[in-house]
């Protein structure tokens, strides 16, 4: 009885250690569907529409202002065009990073695109 209590002691831990690791309702798939076969972005694959989009979630993490961020991923993209950026920053927030969602929001209260 003690070697089945271990067993599903150890079981227990690592499936929380798991579930520690991973983002909180992260949906890759979900931000991949929406971004990457939506015209404008022009990724070449998953993993670089997947990388642009941690990129941006690390940004957020190190409190980029809003406006910074939105400029920078219009120049990436060679639009002038302030939806299609803010919709890849709120795609990738919302869906790769959903805890940063109140951070972003922070950031980007008072924003006025230009």
């Known amino acids: ?3 089945l209590v271990g067993v599903l002691s150890a079981g227990l831990l690592s499936g929380a250690a798991l ?3 991973a983002p909180a309702n992260a949906d890759t798939v979900a931000y991949l ?3 990457h076969v939506r015209p404008g972005y022009n990724f070449p694959n998953a993993e670089a529409a997947l990388g642009y989009g941690q990129s941006i979630c690390a ?3 190190s409190q980029m202002s809003y ?4 400029d920078q991923v219009k120049a990436d993209f060679h639009t002038t065009d302030y939806y299609q950026g803010a919709y890849l920053i709120n ?3 919302n869906e790769l990073c959903p805890a940063q969602i109140w951070q972003l929001r922070q950031s980007a209260a008072g924003y006025i695109p230009t």
């Open 91 to 93: 795609q990738a927030v």
């Open 67 to 70: 406006t910074e961020l939105v």
């Open 59 to 61: 940004r957020v993490a």
């Open 19 to 21: 579930l520690a690791a």
């Open 1 to 3: 009885m003690k070697t």
């Open 33 to 35: 569907v929406n971004v």
